[in-house]
Every structure is written in C-alpha cells, then in structure tokens.
C-alpha cells in the first residue's frame, strides 16, 4: 500500500486565498518531500523537510511536520491560478532504503482567478 | 532539465503482446524509478534500481520486469500486457545527498493496451 495520503482529495479556492493540504504516512521517515504536477506533465519537486525539522519555509511554501502523528501539512500563501496543479507528498523509509521513494495520491488544487 | 528521455512517449498495443518502455538519463545518477500513474491511485512504485544490475520490487511489481546494464538506462518490460497496464508510466531518477534522495521526473510515456 501506499507510504504517503494527502487529503483533500481536491481542494477549489479563489485566488489570493491561502490552500492547505496534507499529508499522513504510516512508517518512520528520514525526509518527507512534496511535489508539484502540471497537468499531463511529470513531478517537480517543491521542498524537502528533514525529520528532525518541524517546519520549513521556501517562498510561498510553508511545510510542518509532525512526526508523533506522522503527518505533514503544505500551506500555499497568497495562491496564484499557475498554482493549480495536483501535489503529492514523497516519503522514504527510514528502517530501510533512503532511496526508495513512494508517494501519495495527491491533492488537486483548483485556483480560480 | 534532469536529462530524462522516456520513449516511446506513446504506445498502443494488444492483450498478450511484451511491451519494453525505456528511460535514459545523461547525469550518471545510482538511483532509478519506474512508476505508474492511475486516477484513484495516483503514483505507486513498480521497481527501483540503486545501481547497475541491482533492482528492487515496489509496490505493484506484478506482471513488470526491470533491467539495468547501464547507469544511463532503466528498462521497464511488460511481460504480457493486460488491460489492467493501461497508465501513464514514469521514469524518475534520484539524486543523492545524505540521507535525503530527491527525485526528477521523465515526462511519461501513455500506454494504452487494447
């Protein structure tokens, strides 16, 4: 099954507004990494947060997390339209290979102008 | 631009048929995915491979093989293909640092088996 679930499934917001979405995993982690996708197009990687951080800030990008509820959450300030696109959150496994990357279902993020 | 190539880009073929996708990649990277992408499912891990000749099963290895001979190339073989293999699949490869690897991504190839 999947390491990583983010929640809402979709999220459809005006722009400006700020978008939340989230993400639960099941096993210990070394990093959690969140990924954007465009339409049609391959994943981009957005942010990188490490296990013994809490929070990291790049831009517009907020990310926590928390690993007693293994959970982490990505917020997006001051939304954009070119910012809709689905995200996945990306987990490894710490009890075993840093390497091996698995992913979530994603969030659709829908910004209408 | 990672330097990933996926071909074919598109391909339709028929129940039963093997099916070879490639992904080759000009950084010279150790780590190499393959995954498939479903609406419902989003990406889920077929097999990996953390160097020449060493590959790993992921999450829905069933029904796919994997070779790597060469750094550069990561090949994904249906070995019959099924209906069920409908997807849009992505070679990824991982680049490095520490404990952390984060992954670029190949811009897909559409299978359609018929």
């Known amino acids: 099954s999947q390491q990583g679930e983010e929640d809402p499934q979709a999220l459809s917001i005006q722009e400006g507004e700020n978008a939340t979405m989230n993400c639960s995993y099941k096993?210990?982690?070394?990093?959690l990494q969140w990924y954007r996708q465009n339409s049609g197009r391959g994943l981009v990687h957005l942010i990188l947060?490490?296990?013994?951080?809490r929070e990291k800030h790049s831009g517009r990008l907020r990310v926590t997390l928390d690993t007693s509820k293994k959970s982490s959450s990505l917020l997006i300030t001051a939304s954009r339209a070119a910012d809709t696109a689905s995200y996945f959150c990306?987990?490894?496994?710490?009890?075993?290979?840093?390497?091996?990357?698995?992913f979530g279902k994603g969030t659709l993020l829908t910004v209408n102008p | 631009d990672a330097g990933i190539t996926q071909s074919p880009r598109h391909k339709v073929t028929e129940t039963g048929t093997p099916v070879t996708l490639r992904c080759h990649q000009t950084?010279?990277?150790?780590?190499m995915y393959w995954y498939r992408q479903d609406p419902g499912h989003g990406l889920r891990l077929i097999h990996y491979?953390?160097?020449?000749?060493?590959?790993d099963k992921g999450e829905v290895s069933d029904g796919y093989s994997v070779s790597r001979s060469k750094t550069e190339d990561f090949l994904l073989t249906l070995e019959s293909a099924t209906s069920s293999q409908t997807s849009v699949y992505f070679c990824?490869?991982?680049?490095?640092?520490?404990?952390?690897?984060?992954?670029?991504f190949g811009q897909g190839t559409r299978l359609t088996v018929v």
């Open positions: 990306a987990t490894d496994d710490s009890g075993g290979s840093n390497y091996k990357l698995t």
């Open positions: 096993t210990s982690i070394n990093n």
């Open positions: 947060i490490r296990s013994n951080e």
């Open positions: 950084e010279n990277h150790r780590y």
């Open positions: 491979s953390y160097g020449v000749k060493d590959t």
């Open positions: 990824a490869i991982g680049r490095g640092r520490g404990l952390s690897t984060e992954a670029f």
